[in-house]
């Protein structure tokens, strides 16, 4: 399964621009990856927007909490529904580390986090 062309839209932070201009192979390959993982299971494109937000936000990786939020706003995922993934996330990871991956997603929903 392709990542929805509403997912591909979103422009890429200029590291990743930067890196993929530098090493293509690489980024094909990581791509190539991507959607192998996505096509090796029954998971929506919706399910698994959500899941590689949950992901991120579990793993504490600020920019790729950014990402996936971006991702799922474009997928016209509801901002309520990327804060809810945050507090589900609560008693896994704790109060202050989801606090902080709500404020990430926020930077998302709420401004011009790019």
């Not at 791509?31 to 936000?57: D, I, N």
Request: with cysteine; charged share 25%.
């Amino acid at each position: 399964m392709r990542e929805p062309d509403a997912a591909r839209t979103v422009k890429a932070p200029k590291p990743y621009r930067d890196f993929s201009k530098k090493h293509p192979d690489v980024v094909e390959a990581y791509e190539r990856l991507g959607e192998a993982v996505r096509e090796a299971g029954p998971l929506s494109p919706r399910e698994v927007a959500l899941v590689k937000l949950a992901v991120s936000v579990g793993a504490r990786i600020e920019g790729s909490t950014h990402a996936h939020a971006r991702k799922a706003l474009a997928q016209e995922i509801d901002a309520a529904v990327l804060e809810h993934v945050a507090l589900l996330a609560c008693p896994t990871i704790g109060f202050p580390n989801m606090m902080a991956a709500l404020g990430w997603i926020r930077d998302v929903t709420e401004g011009d986090q790019t």
